[in-house]
């Protein structure tokens, strides 16, 4: 027993076995977060009889269809190392441009086309801004926030469309005919498993998370860093200009101030989820199980009549958690390895 | 070994596990019931309001005559989202009666057919939602007297005569615009021809915006001669906007007050005379008018009466609009006896 620097390597070999057979997207905050979830679920379905029911799980999937949908593509940038903080004025943009289409007579599809165009041409002018341009992102897209957000506001003042195609309405309203299962969150899993197999398997996904580790390296390893980044914030553009529709189809209603603010929890959902602000690590199946927290928590919260700033409240401790616990035992690891070593040269 | 499929199956199947009910069967028109039996959710804009505390005690009022559980709950600030989770959470429990304040008129109505598909019965006092979404609508006064009492006091105020501009909530909101609109009639009357609108700005029912947007307009206007302020936040801020300016002695402000916290404003002088209804009455007969719904006394026709205790019985005239009474004038002799309307203690 000389070489115990590592932590691979301590001197109980059982719980260094465990550690080895969990795989790198199901690791200890995965649990945590799923330990959370069930906790959350027992509780709220101890105290609330209307907790537990398919009726509940109809209403919140489908009221989270917008905000679930932006998780995605804000998981693999900020593996990536980068942030997009325009989401929610590209949400409400890309469904002004779509209501403004529909109302001035345009089919379904082709004012959805314009409306996502819209959202990709959003993304673009990020990524461009952020990979050619060479600025940070958090900057960048504090200034879209406000650009698109203002835009929206130009095109629409203080009007609302609310005749909007029923086909729309009843995707992001109704549940699969027969079943408590809406649409919206059918459209969501294909969505999610989607990225999820992507992220976590594909070549693609090994580039991100290389990209986010060291983008210098990934460089020089012949990875196209730029294409790929400006890749990722069309793809954010074009999510949210779908979510913001999907949205406008849930209230009915386009307007200038929809989803105003929702970029500060989309950031908090990845946050929770254990992906690190600086890139490069975390699981797609931990932004998820994130997104089912918190669903989860603001149904219990609202059907229990909490206050709105409790939610918030509840929200904000979540990602304070997430940050602080991850780098509290990070810490604790280290200083205990320290001491061992410390020990082994006496 | 990295198996994202598994990880991905086990979100999504503890998602689905809470669909496990079976789908929601189909719904007639619903059965009376007594309001000593039913749950009562009553949503206001927001919380952290004075008015609707007010609007609050005046149910609570009602309730201890007439029995039955009220769930008074909100968003904290106004926002459509927080109004939509609090009609679900109403939908869920059963409530006989949803009540609502509608922050947006139309982006609330999904929520509100489908809790009236589900059996509850829909009334919105306050701020109307779209038509076909409710049954029954609880109006203070009518827009057009709201509209002219205000305007009065300013013309009267002026001498009928010179420049006044507007701050008022935000764009969207129906119900100042309704008022704006009948305002801006007013000065087609030859007795107004020597007034002139300058502008319409917007304050969003905060404090500090409506504050700048007064002094931009008294900057930009030097011969302006009186505010309108539609909103009691508006009004406060272009008091102390005039103040601030020096101009307080030849700018005369007026609008829509609150005696619950702005009686000062009346008594200093700052602003001559301002108009309201009693929010105390308006929840009052909120309830009454609830309790008569789902006893199903009235089923929202024009010319139905039902009982409404203190304040004698009520008609309901066209489009299912039961109107309260006339705007009151509030000045400085006054205002201490309507103090019991505004008490914000249920």
């Not at chain 2, 409506?210 to 930009?220: I, M, P, T």
Request: charged residues 15%; glycine residues 12%; proline residues 5%.
């Amino acid at each position: 027993m000389t070489a115990q620097t590592t932590g691979r390597q301590s001197p109980t070999p059982v719980p260094a076995a465990v550690r080895r057979r969990l795989p790198s997207w199901f690791g200890t905050w995965e649990i945590t977060l799923l330990a959370l979830v069930v906790l959350a679920v027992a509780l709220a379905s101890a105290t609330s009889p209307y907790f537990a029911t398919g009726q509940n799980f109809s209403i919140s999937a489908t009221g989270a269809l917008g905000l679930s949908l932006m998780v995605v593509p804000m998981a693999w940038l900020m593996v990536a190392g980068e942030i997009d903080l325009s989401v929610a004025s590209t949400f409400a943009l890309s469904a002004t441009v779509f209501g403004l289409a529909v109302s001035g007579g345009l089919g379904t599809w082709p004012a959805i086309g314009l409306g996502v165009l819209t959202g990709a041409v959003a993304g673009l002018v990020n990524g461009l801004l952020v990979v050619d341009v060479g600025l940070p992102s958090l900057i960048v897209t504090i200034g879209t926030l406000g650009l698109y957000r203002g835009l929206s506001y130009v095109l629409l003042e203080n009007r609302g469309i609310s005749d909007l195609p029923p086909g729309l309405t009843t995707f992001a309203q109704e549940n699969l005919p027969g079943t408590l299962v809406p649409y919206g969150f059918v459209a969501f899993v294909v969505v999610a498993v989607a990225a999820a197999v992507l992220l976590h398997r594909g070549a693609l996904g090994r580039a991100v998370f290389a990209i986010g580790s060291n983008a210098q390296v990934a460089r020089f390893s012949g990875l196209r860093v730029g294409a790929i980044k400006r890749g990722l914030f069309v793809f954010s553009g074009v999510v949210a200009a779908i979510a913001g529709i999907a949205y406008a189809g849930y209230i009915s209603t386009v307007r200038a101030s929809n989803g105003t603010g929702l970029e500060l929890i989309v950031v908090g959902i990845v946050l929770i989820g254990g992906i690190s602000m600086y890139g490069g690590k975390g699981s797609f199946v931990g932004v998820l199980l994130a997104l089912l927290l918190v669903t989860v928590l603001t149904s219990w919260m609202t059907l229990g009549d909490a206050e709105t700033a409790v939610q918030y409240m509840v929200t904000g401790l979540l990602m304070v958690g997430a940050v602080v616990v991850p780098a509290l035992s990070r810490r604790l690891h280290m200083s205990r390895e320290r001491r061992r070593s410390a020990g082994s040269v006496r | 070994m990295r198996r994202p499929g598994v990880g991905a199956a086990i979100a999504t199947a503890a998602l689905l596990a809470l669909t496990a009910c079976a789908a929601a069967e189909p719904s007639g028109p619903p059965p009376p019931r007594p309001v000593r039996d039913c749950n009562l959710t009553m949503i206001p804009k927001n919380t952290d309001n004075p008015y609707f505390a007010a609007v609050r005690t005046g149910m609570v009022d009602a309730q201890r005559e007439l029995g039955g559980d009220l769930s008074f709950v909100g968003p904290a600030a106004g926002d459509v989202t927080g109004q939509i989770q609090r009609i679900q959470s109403g939908r869920q429990r059963g409530s006989c009666v949803i009540g609502i304040s509608a922050v947006d008129s139309s982006a609330v109505a999904p929520a509100l057919d489908a809790a009236r598909a589900d059996g509850s019965r829909v009334i919105s006092y306050d701020a109307d939602v779209s038509d076909g979404s409710r049954g029954l609508f609880v109006n203070m006064a009518t827009a057009d007297e709201l509209g002219r009492a205000q305007f009065e006091i300013l013309a009267r105020a002026m001498g009928n005569t010179g420049e006044f501009g507007i701050v008022s909530s935000q764009s969207t909101a129906e119900v100042t615009n309704g008022w704006i609109d009948v305002m801006i009639a007013q000065l087609d009357e030859a007795e107004y021809s020597g007034m002139r609108l300058v502008r319409t700005s917007y304050g969003d029912d905060d404090a500090k915006k409506s504050y700048d947007a007064a002094v931009a307009l008294l900057r930009a206007h030097p011969n302006l001669r009186g505010i309108m302020a539609p909103t009691p936040i508006a009004m406060e801020a272009s008091v102390k906007a005039a103040t601030d300016l020096g101009v307080a002695d030849r700018v005369v402000v007026t609008g829509l007050g609150n005696p619950g916290n702005q009686a000062e404003l009346l008594k200093t002088g700052q602003v001559p005379a301002y108009v309201l209804w009693s929010p105390r009455d308006l929840g009052y007969l909120t309830y009454y008018a609830a309790a008569a719904y789902t006893a199903g006394e009235i089923t929202g026709r024009a010319g139905e009466t039902f009982a409404a205790g203190r304040l004698g019985r009520k008609t309901i005239g066209p489009g299912g609009e039961v109107v309260m009474g006339h705007p009151i004038t509030f000045t400085q002799d006054n205002v201490d006896r309507y103090l019991h309307d505004f008490e914000t203690t249920g």
